[in-house]
Nanobody, 126 residues
Framework: QVQLVESGGGLVQTGGSLRLSCAAS????????MGWFRQAPGKEREFVAA????????YYADSVKGRFTISRDNAKAAVYLQMSNLKPDDTAVYYC???????????????????WGQGTQVTASS
């Protein structure tokens, strides 16, 4: 099982950009489906983006489509979330998630993942 550590969060102005990174330990990272979720105060954790184990298939929440890009580097055991044109509604703690899953398709609900990072705060100020 992998362990996950997120980084790259911070405070940006509306319209700004950030790149989140999620570093994974373990030698089987390339067999894992990965996802990004976020949770704002008083709200449930929500899906942001997902990528399959090959990196060839991605999926996004409608709210971030066209602004966020998920990618992975299996050689570095890392997954990334490039966020552009950030809005105040994007403010949340962002979590990286993983599950060993070598199949076609992506995983988009929290219950489908069994490993989580500690989260990183993203704040977009107006």
């Amino acid at each position: 099982q992998v362990q996950l550590v997120e980084s790259g969060g911070g405070l940006v102005q509306t319209g700004g950009s950030l790149r989140l990174s999620c570093a994974a330990s373990g030698r089987t990272f390339s067999s894992y489906a990965m996802g990004w979720f976020r949770q704002a105060p008083g709200k449930e954790r929500e899906f942001v983006a997902a990528i399959d184990w090959t990196g060839g298939r991605t999926y996004y929440a409608d709210s971030v489509k066209g602004r966020f890009t998920i990618s992975r580097d299996n050689a570095k055991a890392a997954v990334y979330l490039q966020m552009s044109n950030l809005k105040p509604d994007d403010t949340a703690v962002y979590y990286c998630a993983a599950r060993a899953y070598r199949s076609t398709g992506v995983l988009i609900t929290p219950s489908e993942y069994d490993t989580w990072g500690q989260g990183t705060q993203v704040t977009a100020s107006s």
